[in-house]
């Protein structure tokens, strides 16, 4: 699996075998941005979404400029995604299964990881010591 440039969408590249150099689109309009992808014991996928979408970021990610403009605010003064625990659950096909998005605390950071662990989802952040952890759905 492979998360396309803009954020929103996962896909599928071929690096072997008849599909190999082919890429498609398995899972479309993702509600955040994506971080990290994990297998399901069944088989499946969880992706882990930082936050959800900023239309502010949206619309500099088409005018350059205005990304530069937001690079030069202090970091206080910056775009700050919401402090929420956010993953989806796909297959193999792309069928979204779950959808996972709570509040968390002020203490929170972005996510960047999600895996299953026993009964129970682990959540992680790069910019963060610690786990968050849900009873997996």
């Given amino acids: 699996w492979v998360r ?3 954020g929103e969408r ?3 590249f071929g690096w072997g075998g ?3 150099g082919q890429s498609e689109i398995r899972v479309e309009g993702l509600p955040g941005y994506r971080a990290h992808i994990s ?4 088989g499946g996928y969880w992706v882990a979404l930082m936050g959800p979408r900023l239309t502010l ?5 088409q005018r350059p400029w205005l990304g530069r403009l937001l690079l030069r605010l202090p970091a206080e003064a910056r775009p700050q995604l919401s402090p929420r625990l956010m993953a ?7 069928r979204i299964l779950r959808r996972i998005d709570q509040p968390a605390g002020t203490d929170h950071a972005p996510i960047t990881s999600v895996i299953e662990h026993g009964s ?3 959540f992680a952040s790069a910019w963060a010591d610690g786990l968050w952890s849900l009873p997996r759905p």
């Fill in 4 to 6: 396309d440039g803009g």
């Fill in 10 to 12: 996962v896909g599928r």
């Fill in 18 to 20: 008849p599909k190999r």
């Fill in 39 to 42: 297998h399901t014991a069944d």
């Fill in 57 to 61: 970021l949206e619309h500099s990610a």
């Fill in 88 to 94: 989806i659950q796909f297959d193999d096909h792309g």
């Fill in 120 to 122: 129970h989802l682990l």
